[in-house]
């Protein structure tokens, strides 16, 4: 079943902006997660945030939780076309559940 | 270099013709599981196996079938496959059972067209 729901969609930004996108999910979870997908390509970890946790960072990327809303946010800083991506949220309650994902466009 | 293979990358083929899917990663990982990938749908687990001969069911486990005799390796079987499992299927890995606190390895994808 399907856990997380990001939002938006679709994304597209200049080089250089900022890109925030939103995982929405139902129950408690453990920890969530946040992948990336490049086209044609498998799924590749970003971070993990557990759920005592507000807010982690990893280089340019900048993930918040908000356990009371059930709600997290992946921001990727200074884009670059590299970045050209989907991106997904799992969430983890007693498994690991994807969801739809964000497909973010860089344009240079 | 440590990673989790899928072959084929590619496949197309017709109803009812058996195919086998294999899934090997070399990081001594306990943990592996299946997964297919539909627009719109997101990913969806179809198996996974906590470790050698211990294999349940995901959430989308019907026309399937895995095994998992080694702990390197975790095929995944269409005995007789249908239009409606044409789709871009993933095999992942984690250090252990207690996947929610580690990071899942992905294989590239394997996708397959049943005619």
């Known amino acids: 079943s399907q856990q997380g729901e990001e939002d938006p969609q679709a994304l597209s930004i200049q080089e250089g902006e900022n890109a925030t996108m939103n995982c929405s999910y139902k129950?408690?979870?453990?920890?969530l997660q946040w992948y990336r997908q490049n086209s044609g390509r498998g799924l590749v970890h970003l971070i993990l945030i557990r759920s005592n946790e507000r807010e982690k960072h990893s280089g340019r990327l900048r993930v918040t939780l908000d356990t009371s809303k059930k709600s997290s946010s992946l921001l990727i800083t200074a884009s670059r076309a590299a970045d050209t991506a989907s991106y997904f949220c799992?969430?983890?309650?007693?498994?690991?559940?994807f969801g739809a994902g964000t497909t973010v466009t860089v344009r240079a | 270099e440590a990673q989790v293979t899928q072959n084929p990358r590619y496949l197309i083929t017709v109803t009812g013709k058996k195919l086998t899917v294999t899934c090997s990663q070399n990081m001594n990982h306990e943990y592996m599981s299946w997964y297919r990938q539909d627009p719109g749908l997101g990913l969806r687990q179809i198996y996974y196996?906590?470790?050698?001969?211990?294999?349940d069911k995901g959430d989308v486990p019907e026309g399937y079938k895995v095994s998992r005799k080694e702990k390197r390796n975790f095929p995944l079987i269409l005995e007789s496959p249908s239009p409606n499992q044409t789709s871009l299927y993933f095999c992942?890995?984690?250090?252990?059972?207690?996947?929610?606190?580690?990071?899942?390895?992905f294989g590239d994808g394997t996708r397959l067209s049943i005619l």
């Open positions: 799992a969430t983890y309650d007693y498994k690991l559940s």
């Open positions: 129950t408690s979870i453990n920890n």
């Open positions: 992942a890995s984690s250090l252990s059972s207690g996947i929610g606190n580690q990071p899942q390895h």
């Open positions: 196996s906590m470790n050698v001969e211990v294999t």
